[in-house]
């Protein structure tokens, strides 16, 4: 098996292998025709062999990128947006219970969204409510692990992951 070695100047380096297999024909890899940035990294483009670069945290088609958070100040009233990313406004549904509109919709209701809270000293636990995963919005309710009752915590947060 042949590879290409790239050493580096600290005395590390790393190298480019052939595949384990053998292909059934001969295979060929083509690098973009520009140069990248920074914080961009090469990907699969939608041509076959070609690679382009991509932008972590931002191509909201990727998979692997979260496709909306928010930090809530969840006991103002109405509860308000601290900082968001893909989060058009919030519902507040009653104590401790809040829907998050997205502002682009994801492409259908099989994602995973993690909600949390915090008061500091108290302990908070989060739930997605049954059935309100929406491909437009999300709802959860917030509880204290003391009592279980649902409360408007002063830090309440959630984050998103699936398909756009």
């Given at each position: ?92 549904n009653g104590s401790g219970d809040v829907t998050y509109n997205f502002t682009t919709s994801l492409a259908n209701g099989n994602y995973i969204c993690i909600p949390s809270a915090s008061t500091g000293n108290d302990g908070a636990y989060a739930i997605t409510q049954d059935n309100a995963m929406a491909t437009g ?28």
């Amino acid at each position: 098996m042949s590879k290409i070695k790239l050493p580096h100047a600290s005395g590390n380096s790393m190298s480019i292998a052939a595949p384990a297999t053998n292909p059934a024909s001969d295979l060929e890899l083509k690098l973009p025709a520009t140069i990248g940035t920074a914080g961009q990294y090469l990907k699969n483009s939608s041509t076959a062999g070609t690679l382009e670069f991509g932008s972590a945290g931002t191509t909201s088609t990727d998979n692997y990128v979260c496709k909306a958070w928010c930090n809530l100040s969840g006991d103002s009233n109405p509860p308000s947006i601290r900082s968001s990313y893909n989060i058009s406004s919030v519902t507040d549904n009653g104590s401790g219970d809040v829907t998050y509109n997205f502002t682009t919709s994801l492409a259908n209701g099989n994602y995973i969204c993690i909600p949390s809270a915090s008061t500091g000293n108290d302990g908070a636990y989060a739930i997605t409510q049954d059935n309100a995963m929406a491909t437009g919005s999300v709802r959860c309710v917030y509880r204290t692990s003391r009592t279980s009752s649902a409360t408007d915590f002063p830090l309440s947060m959630m984050a998103v992951w699936g398909v756009s």
